[in-house]
């Protein structure tokens, strides 16, 4: 019976007639699905569903896990590693010092007839307690393929600069019009505070057309995560983790390590602005899950009337400090389905 349920549930979401026009009204309960591989998915920093092969997650590591991304089932099941070229095999080989610090993946079209993984190297904390310093950033453009060899070469890698200078970020969203977007994560240890995040794009001819040429992100505007969390709201609960943009292009998500907010912003809109004082309800809703000890990854599913949100094992320093306990080291993947 176990088995039917979960055969039941595999293929529910790529069955239905999904109306992409048709943002979710109630969200359900979440329901752990799997759990990660940690062998080889040890700090998983970002997930996101393919649109083209159902049943497919893709998945990164943190910084420290080489030039790799992940492909696994819905349930974390079937690992398959992938190298990408044009990096060192291990950590120890990278130059000065430098390693690709992979904080998000996501999955959207990279010409009329072909998807892409986009890969943000866009980390920026060697240490938690540093200043961003990096002078560019760079995000990998990889053609999806239905089997990928065990080495794969970017379509793209697009050297990417900050119009304000350097930032944190751990979530980077593709728009279903190409469009790429990235938040930043905020934050004063010293205040023991989080900060609005912001927003930048970068238009799809930046990346098709790049010639080489280093590529200056758009500024869009603020969001005051922390406030929209409610006054409550701690350190971790506005720190954002992960970003993911909805099928039709209505809607998105943002992760933080405290809970997560869906906003019902259309972020192709003409000379796109983000309102001054978000309203709930109207602009956002936050979202009941249950707070995974280091959640870094979000991923609608096709359709978008499902998503998956999942935790990296993180240290056990870490787990103290967010209440959770030191030796609970399961990388859980849970879902969330559209009630109504």
């Not at 990235?182 to 057309?209: C, G, M, N, P």
Request: proline share 5%; hydrophobic share 35%.
């Amino acid at each position: 019976m176990k088995d039917i349920f979960f055969a039941v549930l595999l293929i529910i979401p790529f069955s239905m007639d999904v109306s992409f026009g048709a943002t979710c009204q109630q969200w359900g309960p979440g329901t752990p699905i799997g759990r990660l591989d940690t062998s080889k998915i040890s700090e998983a920093s970002g997930l996101s569903a393919s649109q083209r092969f159902p049943n497919r997650l893709y998945h990164i590591n943190d910084s420290g896990g080489g030039a790799y991304f992940y492909l696994t089932d819905l349930y974390g099941n079937n690992t398959q590693s992938v190298r990408i070229a044009g990096f060192p095999n291990s950590d120890a080989d990278f130059e000065d010092g430098y390693y690709p610090d992979f904080e998000d993946i996501g999955v959207g079209p990279c010409d009329t007839h072909s998807h892409c993984l986009f890969i943000g190297d866009i980390g920026d904390n060697s240490k938690f307690d540093e200043s961003p310093t990096r002078k560019n950033i760079v995000i990998l453009i990889i053609e999806e393929e239905k089997k990928f060899s065990k080495v794969v070469v970017p379509k793209h890698r697009i050297t990417v600069v900050y119009p304000d200078g350097p930032h944190n970020a751990e979530g980077l969203a593709v728009h279903p019009n190409g469009n790429l977007f990235i938040v930043t994560k905020e934050y004063d240890l010293l205040r023991w505070e989080s900060s609005s995040a912001k927003l930048f794009k970068l238009h799809r001819t930046q990346w098709e057309k790049n010639q080489n040429q280093v590529q200056s992100l758009t500024f869009v505007g603020e969001i005051d995560v922390p406030a929209l969390m409610g006054p409550d709201s701690d350190l971790w609960d506005g720190m954002v983790t992960a970003f993911d943009i909805a099928s039709d292009g209505n809607s998105f998500l943002l992760l933080t390590y405290g809970g997560a907010i869906e906003f019902f912003i259309d972020l192709s809109t003409p000379d796109l602005s983000l309102p001054q004082k978000f309203m709930e309800g109207r602009d956002y809703r936050l979202l009941d899950l249950k707070v995974l000890p280091q959640q870094e990854g979000i991923g609608y599913l096709p359709g978008s009337r499902s998503f998956i949100y999942g935790t990296e094992l993180g240290s056990r320093l870490f787990r103290l400090l967010r209440g959770h306990r030191a030796f609970d080291r399961k990388a859980t993947l849970i879902r969330v389905d559209c009630l109504k």
